[in-house]
């Protein structure tokens, strides 16, 4: 049991540095290329912390374990907009853009809905990941669309330096353009890979890890993904969009949770149910699911009106997640 304490506590600190270098990386990205931050949380650092679900998802389809795979998609996304987000509103509270109340999180239910209804038959067969993976790409092209229209290219203002301040400009030449501005670039696409690197082999160590002291303490392996499992993997996430909040990027902390959730079904889902289809147990299809959808229609009634997640919203959210913890786990206190 000590070892692996000391493997989940390296795992946090290996997630920790991956959370900084991916938000570093991508901050810089959206600054230098005008891009909004929204899109970057909305890609990047989403597809980037969705990579320890994927993993842990595929691995355990192919073990036959489907009740751990589903179950730790519904409790991630779970965890991610009631503990993810409110433990960052607690720590600062979150500027909502209206845009994203009007536009990604729509798409966000639908996906959440869709994800439900393909499960009532009990499996999440191979047509329906093709349909998620076409929802996937779907998304994908309105996100670039989105972003290329003057409505959003007016949140960040890039203006053009004059010449007597341009270092890169014509005078400088084409040499110095290429040792100094592709340069940059590539080391803040480095810094986004090796931090979704660190954030992947960081949840790994901790899920695995959990994972075993579970099995220790004979927890049944559906409560273990929706509860231990989904934490462990949405602590990239955490620490994500922790350090998004500290550093005021409040775009960068929703859009990645907003994100994050539509890669979990579109992506993690979509992609594995390909490989493998899925069976859902009725548990999770009557109840835990239910919940999941219940905590994503939370979000507008706490956002809608101030555009902002304040500290009583965000303690709201906390205690909804404390309270069905308990509930899970209180059979096996």
Not at 159 to 178: T, V, Y
Request: hydrophobic content about 55%; aromatic content about 8%; glycine content about 10%.
């Amino acid at each position: 049991m000590l070892t692996q304490l000391v493997v989940f506590i390296l795992g946090l600190g290996i997630l920790y540095l991956g959370a900084d270098w991916l938000i570093e990386g991508a901050s810089e990205l959206a600054k230098k290329f005008g891009i909004r931050s929204l899109i970057i949380g909305l890609t990047i650092i989403a597809l980037g912390t969705s990579l320890p679900e994927f993993l842990l998802n595929l691995f355990a389809v192919a073990a036959e374990e489907d009740g751990l795979a589903i179950g730790n998609i519904v409790g991630s996304n779970i965890a991610n907009i009631a503990l993810i987000l409110g433990i960052s509103a607690i720590v600062m509270p979150l500027s909502v853009d209206g845009a994203v109340l009007k536009k990604e999180y729509p798409i966000m239910l639908a996906a959440t809905g869709l994800f439900y209804l393909m499960a009532l038959d009990g499996v999440i067969s191979r047509l329906d990941g093709a349909i998620l993976v076409s929802g996937l790409i779907a998304f994908l092209v309105f996100v670039i669309w989105d972003a290329s229209t003057g409505e959003d290219q007016t949140d960040v203002t890039v203006e053009a330096p004059a010449p007597e301040e341009d270092p890169f400009g014509a005078r400088s030449g084409i040499k110095k353009w290429l040792d100094h501005e592709r340069l940059g670039s590539a080391m803040r696409i480095l810094l986004i890979i090796a931090g979704m690197g660190a954030l992947a082999i960081g949840a790994r160590l901790m899920v695995q890890s959990a994972i075993t002291m579970a099995a220790m303490l004979n927890i049944n392996p559906v409560i273990v993904g929706l509860s231990i499992v989904a934490i462990g993997t949405s602590l990239p996430e955490l620490a994500a969009s922790l350090m998004a909040s500290v550093r005021q990027e409040s775009d960068l902390s929703v859009g990645n949770i907003l994100g994050s959730n539509l890669l979990n079904i579109l992506f993690v889902v979509g992609v594995v149910a390909l490989i493998e289809p899925m069976q859902v147990d009725s548990e999770t299809l009557n109840f835990h699911m239910p919940v999941m959808i219940a905590f994503s229609l939370l979000l507008w009634p706490l956002t809608r009106r101030h555009q902002r997640l304040g500290r009583p919203g965000a303690f709201i959210f906390l205690s909804c997640f404390l309270g069905y913890m308990g509930w899970l786990l209180y059979p096996y206190l």
